[in-house]
């Protein structure tokens, strides 16, 4: 093998012109395939991070009914036994509970409907990471009774810090609640939805509001992984029992798994044509390579070389070539991969509002995964190896005489 390996190498660089054109081919596809599939990996990463991490989690537990009939009068009493259920499984990572409920919040003429968040201010402070989306005043802490503001919608109330606003609803009782709260400070959100409606406040003053003492609407689950989403969901419902709904974040929020799916199978769709047409130059180059060389096989034929040694030496050549384009791409790829993992790109315009609206920062960053670029790479691999098919059957097939006469 060790022979056959030395001719291969000699070959490959009797022309050079032609193994710079065929591994730059190859080069180009690795090249292309892993800067898109790390953009649109990056973009899923920065999905799951921004949507399900930061503000729904991977599983939500609420009150069997919750999803049907999402107010204030499906809350259920927060107990340590339900706690220490979640935090005690293998694949939680952080958890953490909370009280929603709508109302109407005013100040002098303006009125706008409004959905109360009332969280732990330590516990949400890494996951919502709240204090660095201010824009004006503070973030709250624990017993406040002030609250902050979406953005969008103190701009609509006309309304700054120390401000008081109005809020009015109903409670856990089903009887009026009505709450006067200064504004400690405003924050952009990126859902456009939560920054024109969104009133933070911490838990207790929330629980107060609604008179729904110890009580929450639904414990946001993070875990270590995606992966582990369903066997989690399984044994949380299996210690909960049926008093209890577990949903993944794909159950509630359907329109973001489905512009994940929609994005990716768009993308695996493109990568395939890109493949398509990569594979189709680099069996064109192997093809001229294999035209060019008739006349060479023949002559080594003619003075006594096996055509197995002949196919063998060939398929040598063609993966040398092929592990050379590969090296190349992953070359050229990592470090734009890199730059733009850790500067990823401010997107303008009506693509920013159309991620926003998603609850999506709008940028463009780049996954590293080690495993997107075996993929890609074990692809590249498969493509070099099926045009190596052509100069196989060639060589087989050939006629010394007319090989030599051509």
């Not at 401010?346 to 495993?371: D, H, N, R, T, Y």
Request: aromatic share 10%; net charge positive; with cysteine.
């Amino acid at each position: 093998m060790k022979s056959y390996f030395k001719i291969a190498w000699r070959n490959i660089w009797r022309v050079k012109n032609r193994t710079f054109i065929t591994a730059s081919a190859i080069a180009l596809a690795i090249f292309f395939a892993v800067i898109m599939r790390g953009f649109q990996l990056g973009s899923y990463d920065l999905m799951m991070e921004n949507a399900v991490e930061k503000y729904i989690g991977h599983i939500q537990i609420h009150k069997k009914g919750y999803t049907e009939d999402p107010t204030i009068n499906m809350v259920f009493e927060e107990s340590e036994k339900i706690k220490t259920i979640i935090s005690n499984h293998k694949n939680v990572a952080h958890t953490i509970s909370q009280i929603t409920g709508g109302a109407m919040v005013s100040f002098e003429l303006q009125t706008n409907g409004a959905l109360i968040l009332g969280i732990d201010p330590i516990a949400e402070k890494q996951r919502l990471n709240l204090e660095n989306k201010l824009v004006e005043g503070k973030y709250i802490s624990p017993g406040d009774n002030e609250v902050v503001l979406g953005e969008n919608l103190a701009k609509f109330l006309k309304v700054g810090v120390g401000d008081s606003i109005s809020l009015a609803s109903r409670n856990y009782f089903k009887l009026p609640a009505f709450g006067k709260f200064a504004i400690k400070g405003i924050v952009h959100m990126p859902a456009p939805d939560l920054n024109s409606s969104l009133v933070i406040m911490d838990k207790k003053t929330a629980q107060t509001f609604f008179s729904a003492k110890n009580m929450v609407s639904e414990y946001c689950i993070n875990l270590n992984s995606s992966s582990e989403t369903q066997e989690t969901i399984d044994d949380l419902k299996a210690a909960l029992g049926s008093k209890f709904e577990v949903l993944a974040w794909y159950e509630t929020r359907p329109d973001l798994k489905q512009q994940i799916d929609s994005d990716n199978a768009s993308g695996i769709l493109f990568l395939g044509l890109l493949y398509l047409v990569i594979g189709f130059g680099v069996f064109g180059t192997i093809m001229m390579m294999t035209m060019e060389r008739r006349k060479e096989f023949g002559i080594t034929l003619a003075v006594g070389m096996k055509k197995w040694k002949l196919v063998r030496i060939i398929t040598i050549e063609t993966l040398i070539i092929g592990i050379m384009g590969i090296i190349a791409g992953i070359m050229l790829a990592v470090p734009v991969n890199v730059y733009f993992h850790l500067n990823p790109i401010e997107l303008p315009g009506s693509i920013k509002e159309a991620m926003e609206s998603f609850g999506v920062e709008a940028k463009m960053p780049f996954a590293l995964e080690l495993s997107f670029y075996i993929n890609q790479i074990v692809a590249v691999v498969v493509i070099v190896l099926i045009a190596a098919i052509y100069p196989v059957i060639s060589i087989l097939r050939m006629k010394i005489i007319k090989a030599i006469r051509n």
